[in-house]
C-alpha cells in the first residue's frame, strides 16, 4: 500500500484527499491512498521519519505547519528556501525534501488570468499595481511570484510586524497600516483567513479604487465559494475570482512530484469541490 497524507491542524476542511484519491483512481495507481490526519507541533518529527522509513510515500502539509516542519527536514527547494514555506514533503536519493507548490500552483494561476500576447508573464504582471491583503503563511509564496514576475506590491496586515518582515525578505514592496489600501491598484489579493466563516468581513473602503471598476478581486480561499470580500467587490462591478484554480494547481504540481504524472482538470475533479 502506498500511503500518502495530509497533515495540519484543523484538518478536517482539507479537500485535498477527495482530489488526489480521484486522480489516483484515474490514473490506475493501484494500492495509492491519500488520507487526512490531524497533528500536533510535536508529531512533525515522527510524519517525517515515516517518510525516511518508506511507510508514507508523500505529504501535504497546510495551516499551521508550513514553516515549522522546515527544522525536521534534511532538504529544502530552493523555492521552498525563499518563501520559507513548505507545503510537499517527498524523500528523494534517501533525503526528506520540502517542496512549495502553492507558489507555482499560484503563478500558473496569475498566468492564465494575465497571459500577455506573446506568453511573456514577465511583462504581463509587470504593469500591474497589486494590493495584497495579510501576511500569514502562504503570503511569501503570493509575493515571491509577484516580485518574480516584476509587479509592483502593497502589503497590508493587522499585525503590521509581520508584513514588515516579509519586506525584509522582499524590499519591493511597500508595507501600509491595515485598513488603508493604495492609491492605485489593479488587483486585490485577499491572503488573509477572514471569509473562512461566513460573517467576518474586510474593513477597509474600496470603492472608489482609482475609479476602475475592471479590476480583479481575487481571495485564496475556496470554500466558501463566494467570501464577503468577493461578494462585495462583485457587487460594486469589480471581476473576482476564488482561490479554487490555485487549490488545483498547487496540487497538481504536487501529485506531478510524487508520481511523474501530470493530471488534468476536468469537470468531475471541478465537481468534487462544489
Ligand atoms: P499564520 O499567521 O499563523 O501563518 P494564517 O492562517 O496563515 O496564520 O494567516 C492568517 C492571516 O489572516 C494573517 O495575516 C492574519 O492577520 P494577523 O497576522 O494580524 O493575525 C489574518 N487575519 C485573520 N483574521 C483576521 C481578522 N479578523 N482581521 C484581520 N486580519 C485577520
Known amino acids: 500500500m502506498k500511503k500518502y497524507l495530509v497533515i495540519g491542524n484543523p484538518i478536517g476542511h482539507s479537500l ?92 500558473q494561476t496569475m498566468w492564465e488570468l494575465f497571459p500577455d500576447k506573446d506568453y511573456k508573464i514577465l511583462a504581463s504582471l509587470k504593469r500591474k499595481n497589486i494590493f495584497v491583503l495579510g501576511a500569514g503563511g502562504v503570503t511569501s509564496s503570493i509575493i515571491y511570484t509577484l516580485e518574480q514576475r516584476g509587479a509592483k506590491v502593497f502589503l497590508s496586515n493587522r499585525t503590521k510586524k509581520k508584513a514588515e518582515e516579509l519586506k525584509k525578505k522582499y524590499t519591493e514592496i511597500d508595507v501600509l497600516d491595515w485598513g488603508k489600501r493604495p492609491p492605485v491598484c489593479d488587483v486585490v489579493i485577499n491572503t488573509t483567513s477572514i471569509g473562512l466563516t461566513s460573517n467576518e468581513r474586510i474593513d477597509i473602503d474600496f470603492n472608489d479604487c482609482n475609479g476602475d471598476k475592471n479590476k480583479l478581486f481575487y481571495d485564496l480561499t475556496y470554500n466558501p465559494k463566494e467570501t464577503n470580500f468577493l461578494k462585495e467587490a462583485r457587487l460594486r462591478g469589480n471581476n473576482t475570482m476564488n482561490g479554487q484554480k490555485m487549490f488545483l494547481n498547487q496540487a497538481i504540481h504536487a501529485f506531478n512530484l510524487w508520481t511523474n504524472i501530470t493530471p488534468k482538470i476536468d469537470d468531475e475533479v471541478v465537481k468534487l469541490l462544489d
Open 16 to 107: 485535498s484527499p477527495l482530489i488526489h484519491n480521484h486522480w489516483m483512481k484515474k490514473y490506475r495507481l493501484f494500492g495509492s491512498i491519500y488520507e487526512k490526519r490531524k497533528v500536533e507541533e510535536k508529531d512533525l518529527k515522527n510524519i517525517v521519519k515515516e517518510i525516511r522509513d518508506d511507510e508514507i510515500i508523500g505529504v501535504n502539509v497546510t495551516v499551521p505547519f508550513k514553516k515549522l516542519i522546515i527544522p525536521f527536514l534534511d532538504e529544502l527547494h530552493p523555492t521552498a528556501k525563499k518563501t520559507e514555506s513548505v507545503n510537499t514533503l517527498f524523500k528523494v536519493k534517501n533525503k526528506v525534501v520540502g517542496y512549495n507548490t502553492d507558489e507555482p500552483g499560484f503563478a
